[in-house]
């Protein structure tokens, strides 16, 4: 395969164009066809500036598919990027940390995938991604990064056979229906069949036939009963599909170095993060999943987090607690997460409890200048706020063991954290007056991530947040 600089797989510019008509869909929706035919005022502006745009766009697609290169070669990757203003940038593959692929629907279409490739940096060229590559190329990429790091492995130890990867969790249609119905996804149809009908009828008035439909129902009960079965079916099954579609073929493996996931049916996805440098562990368990003892963990590294949507870092989300932590301890062994940590001092309630409910306020006034009937709702909002600092009290708690701190903290929702003295790039410690006169700190710690993943416990006792500090100052 030539390494000489090549531009991307024309099929780049499809994806664009797709990728700005899906972006600009409702302003097309409203300005071309469902305002078609008015051509005064301000709609006419927007068309024009809408019409302007969209051919600047195009144009500027265009341009970049051709003037942006990329050079494969032994050791690294070289980009050539902007249209104007040229940039020019090399990354070697020893720097490459972890990757994802993503294949959606056009990709499956055309044979061709997506890849990322995520640097050990933070800053804004840390990641290289090719929207739109080959099967072929994208493999040729990885098999050189696995090149390079068995290389690396080579110049530090001993390391002379490439590493096995065992499967340690490969979901199955039991996990896929527990995820189907503790995600409530069945429920998705409701709201969007409710958007849908106030859509509709903005522009149909629906009220008289609805209130029509009503009093036909509310005297043919069995028949509005037999059709709600078949809406809850039909909603069952469709959740049960977005299940499938997002989680479906859920398989976590590793190997010596490596953690990989792949998941997805028609939409597939991967991730791939060296065990040595992940930054973090973080557990988050809403209110649903804490009651059904469940977790969510994700593995937070330098490079960055995943794309959000695809929640790619993320273990298995709808895993047993035990079982997740059971995986995590084999996944990495230096990571051990303890049940049983230091829970704040009982003055932390009573600050916590006096501290002002913002949000309540803020409630409060805009019910009162703009819906006064609405007010009792304040009350609603400040027993809720009362309730999550009485919970966020009751969960937060911390430890420092060895090498490692573990914290947790949250209401109705709540967080843990597990990172090493060692990936922690900087902390922060912050007093307030009235915290000084309980003998309290806050404690703030950032982790290498893109974004800076900062983790902040408040209310600790002065002398544990002092022993944290000398703690961190004796890393090495």
Partial sequence: ????????????????????????????????????????????????????????????????????????????????????????????????????????????LFKLTSL????????????????????????????????????????????????????????????????????????????????????????????????????????????????????????????????????GNYVISADDERIYIEKGVWNTSTFSIQKDKVQAIKIEQPLIKRLLNMVEIKLISAGGLGEEKLETNALYPFMAKHEAYALVNTLLPAYHIEEEMKRLPKKVLFLKLLTPYYGTLIVGGVLFFFQREWLWVTGVVFVLAILSRILDYLFTSYLRHGEFIQTRKGGFSNETLLTRRARIEEIEVQHSWIQRKFDVASLKFSNRAKPVFVSELAYLPKEDVAAFYVWYGERK
């Fill in 116 to 247: 990322t490739l995520e640097t050990g940096t933070s800053d804004s060229e840390s990641s290289i991604k090719f929207s739109v590559i080959t099967h072929d190329e994208a493999r040729m990429i990885l098999k050189k990064i696995e090149e390079q790091d068995a290389i690396a492995e080579v110049d530090t130890e001993e390391v002379l056979e490439k590493p096995k990867r065992t499967v340690y969790f490969r979901s199955t249609k039991r996990d896929t229906i527990k995820a189907a119905l503790t995600s409530f996804s069945f429920l998705a149809i409701f709201p969007l069949l409710s958007a849908a009908y106030f859509q509709v009828n903005d522009f149909f008035d629906l009220e008289e036939t609805t209130l029509s439909a009503f009093e036909y129902f509310k005297a043919h009960i069995g028949l509005l009963a037999l059709l709600f079965i078949v809406a809850m079916l039909l909603s069952v099954v469709i959740g049960y599909i977005q299940t499938v579609v997002k989680y």
């Fill in 1 to 108: 395969m030539s390494n000489n600089p090549k531009r991307y797989h024309p099929s780049w510019l499809l994806f664009e164009y797709v990728s700005f008509l899906k972006n600009a869909f409702f302003f097309i929706l409203f300005l071309f066809i469902l305002r078609g035919d008015v051509m005064t005022g301000w709609i006419l502006w927007a068309k024009i500036i809408f019409v302007l745009f969209a051919g600047w766009t195009i144009i500027h697609i265009l341009l970049k598919w051709f003037f942006h290169t990329y050079q494969i070669n032994n050791n690294s990757i070289a980009l050539r990027e902007g249209v104007f203003v040229k940039n020019h940038r090399v990354v070697p593959f020893e720097r490459i940390q972890n990757h994802q692929t993503n294949t959606n629907f056009l990709h499956r």
